[in-house]
């Protein structure tokens, strides 16, 4: 099984804090619209990304088994 990051875009308010935590994995355009570069939640990027998801003030981050 792997672990996906995914975004309820209905939820999300593209404030960029996902993106100062990784930016490997979230980057904003210039429409301020959010896009996950990379959706694979790894040993080396698990702990930013939870990090990421507990920070998000909407709660539009969460981690997801596939």
């Known amino acids: 099984m792997t672990r996906k990051v995914v975004v309820d875009f209905e939820l999300c308010e593209a404030n960029g804090i996902c993106m100062g935590i990784i930016p490997e994995v979230f980057d904003l355009d210039d429409q301020d619209y959010l896009h996950v570069?990379?959706?694979?939640v790894t040993p080396e990027n698990e702990q930013q990304i939870k990090e990421a998801v507990r920070q998000c003030p909407r709660q539009a981050i969460s981690i997801v088994e596939q």
Do not use: E, P, V
């Open 37 to 40: 570069l990379q959706d694979n």
